[in-house]
């Protein structure tokens, strides 16, 4: 299932993209291979669910703050490395597209979704805000919603 809704297409994008960048950033030695990115996002996706007020928390000597999981699969320099050079696109700002920083991978969700997508007469789709509290002119107010500030999906 992974492999349906995260495409090669998608992690060739962000590895070329953010070779790019780093390029652009003086960093002509950055390299980013498709096994450090799943790696990198997989790390990401379980820092989401155990928080530390510090990310280099992660990696720490102590033995009781220390999380394997995350340490043993990346240094933490590396993972820093990534985390300043990740990109996804390397043109230039659309000032009418809000989210033109991630529009080629909005993209090829769009195309993954219609091709894997199965049509009935019973399906429904329903609105739904995602609780952002930072600055962003994308960014909606709704008053009758839990989740009052965010973006609406």
Same mark, same amino acid.
Request: hydrophobic letters at 40%; one cysteine or more; a positive charge.
């Given at each position: @299932?992974?492999?349906?809704?995260?495409?090669?297409?998608?992690?060739?994008?962000?590895? %070329? %993209?953010?070779?790019?960048?780093?390029?652009?950033?003086?960093?002509?030695?950055?390299?980013?291979?498709?096994?450090?990115?799943?790696?990198?996002?997989? &790390?990401?996706?379980? &820092?989401?669910?155990?928080?530390?007020?510090?990310?280099? &928390?992660?990696? +720490? +000597?102590?033995?009781?703050?220390? @999380? !394997?999981?995350?340490?043993?699969?990346?240094?933490?320099?590396?993972?820093?490395?990534?985390?300043?050079?990740? $990109?996804?696109? +390397? %043109? %230039?700002? !659309? *000032? !009418?597209?809000?989210?033109?920083?991630?529009? *080629?991978?909005? +993209?090829?969700? $769009?195309?993954?979704? $219609?091709?894997?997508?199965?049509?009935?007469?019973?399906?429904?789709? !329903?609105?739904?805000?995602? *609780?952002?509290?930072?600055?962003?002119?994308?960014?909606?107010?709704?008053?009758?919603? *839990?989740?009052?500030?965010?973006?609406?999906?």
């Amino acid at each position: @299932m992974f492999d349906k809704v995260f495409p090669d297409e998608l992690f060739e994008l962000i590895m %070329e %993209e953010s070779v790019l960048y780093a390029r652009k950033c003086k960093n002509n030695t950055f390299q980013l291979t498709k096994n450090e990115l799943l790696v990198y996002l997989g &790390m990401n996706i379980v &820092m989401t669910y155990i928080k530390y007020p510090n990310g280099r &928390m992660y990696w +720490s +000597s102590k033995p009781g703050l220390r @999380m !394997d999981l995350i340490a043993d699969a990346m240094t933490v320099n590396r993972f820093e490395e990534i985390k300043r050079y990740v $990109h996804f696109t +390397s %043109e %230039e700002p !659309d *000032p !009418d597209d809000i989210f033109w920083r991630i529009r *080629p991978v909005i +993209s090829i969700f $769009h195309a993954v979704f $219609h091709a894997n997508g199965q049509e009935t007469e019973h399906q429904a789709v !329903d609105e739904m805000i995602i *609780p952002f509290k930072g600055r962003h002119r994308g960014k909606q107010y709704l008053k009758n919603k *839990p989740k009052k500030w965010g973006f609406k999906v």
